[in-house]
């Protein structure tokens, strides 16, 4: 079973404008969207697609953590959320239009009571699963959270995913999660150093797993990625070919295809094609990718090579 945890959920209301926004005036939309999501949840999206059996974790609250709820199980994913006592999970507005300006709400409050009721449902993961946690921490969960829940869980044969920057995932790196997935710009913020092509990228890697993890998946957006596995292997990749529609969503998605290709692959290569499919289907479509959009460019990918 791969779990994924979503601290903070939110439903995406994705509005389309003709006409470029103008503050302080009425602007109409020409389309709308709603997406239920938040990045544990777009993990176990794409996971759901490409056949994997996942549940997802996290906090809801309120009418629209119902909603969330309800949107997550008929996309055919099994939930597991713990509903908070007060407030409302929050709303996340995405304006497209000739720009794309997003504006995103703090959440509910997420009290320690609930905290515990999590590390409780964690308990239940047995060995040979995954947990992936990923995102942002709310202002009123210790800082520390993601650190908390890998010490806790660390020594029973779990594999972690934490797709993560800065700090945070640096400081978990020593319970050696099996994959993380830094982009290279946070990549150079975080080994303090200055990147310039592939080399540097591998080293940057290399260090990262130094420093206990496994697989180093690097993402430089239209420059495609890089992998640094285990087994000491550089594995480069491109991009896939299409008109991007879409950012929200396409790291989680590469994530995912990572996951998926390697569960039933044990191939490295395999598992890096599929993240980049993965990612370009998502960035090619309005929401997250679907798998028969997600195939198609992993086969076309393949015949590449």
Known sequence: MIYTVTFNPAIDYVIHLKDPLVAGATNRTVSEEIYFGGKGINVSVILNELGMETTALGFTAGFTGKAIREGVAAAGIHSEFITLPEGNSRINVKIKGNEETEINAQGPAIPMKCVDQLFTRLDEIKEGDMLVISGSIP???????????????????????????????????????????????????????????????????????????????????????????????????????????????????????????????????????????????????????????????????????
């Open 139 to 305: 202002s009123s969960l210790p800082d520390d959270i993601y650190e908390r829940i890998l010490e806790h869980l660390s020594g029973r044969s779990i594999d972690f995913v934490v797709d993560a920057s800065g700090d945070l995932l640096l400081k978990v790196l020593k319970y050696h999660p099996f994959l993380i997935k830094p982009n290279r710009q946070e990549l150079e913020e975080m080994l303090h150093i200055s990147i310039r092509g592939d080399e540097d990228i591998a080293a940057g890697a290399r260090c990262l797993q130094q420093m206990g993890a496994r697989n180093v998946l690097v993402s430089m957006a239209g420059d495609g990625s890089l992998l640094v596995s285990e087994k000491g292997d550089v594995l480069r990749q491109g991009v896939c070919r299409g008109k991007v529609l879409n950012s929200v969503g396409a790291g989680d998605s590469m994530v995912a295809g990572f996951i998926a290709g390697y569960k039933k692959s044990h191939d490295y290569r395999t598992a890096l094609d599929l993240a980049t499919a993965a990612g370009g289907a998502t960035a090619f479509s309005a929401g997250l990718g679907k798998k028969e959009r997600i195939l198609q460019l992993y086969h076309s990918l393949r015949r590449l090579q």
